[in-house]
């Protein structure tokens, strides 16, 4: 079993940074692909980036391109999410998930999920 813990969400004015921190608790194998979703109110959950475990191959929805970096630290079972030049429309609880093999960007393939941190970007 995997368990998911996120953190590092809050509220930022526009243009500024945060960096969201994933920990990743149990069993996991060199194949897992790791993502981060949102899900800002009254809509559906959305891709915004993935990473594999080994290799560190990443994928990024195109609305964050150039302004948000996943990465991740193999030691310490970490996933990140750097998320820079952020902007109002970027308010949405961002979650941390986990799948078994390689990366997706459909949220139904990702079997684990975290409990969500808020990000609130003001104007």
């Known amino acids: 079993q995997v368990q998911l813990v996120e953190s590092g969400g809050g509220l930022v004015q526009a243009g500024g940074s945060l960096r969201l921190s994933c920990a990743v608790f149990?069993?996991?194998?060199?194949?897992?692909?790791m993502g981060w979703f949102r899900q800002a109110a009254g809509k559906e959950r959305e891709f915004v980036a993935s990473i594999v475990w080994s290799g560190g191959s990443t994928y990024y929805a195109d609305f964050v391109k150039g302004r948000f970096t996943i990465s991740r630290d193999n030691a310490k079972k970490m996933v990140y999410l750097q998320m820079n030049s952020l902007e109002p429309e970027d308010t949405a609880v961002y979650y941390c998930?986990?799948?078994?093999?390689?990366?997706?960007?459909?949220?139904?393939?990702?079997?684990?999920w975290g409990q969500g941190t808020q990000v609130t970007v003001s104007s």
């Open positions: 998930a986990a799948r078994t093999y390689g990366s997706s960007y459909s949220p139904q393939s990702y079997p684990y």
């Open positions: 149990g069993y996991t194998l060199s194949s897992y692909g």
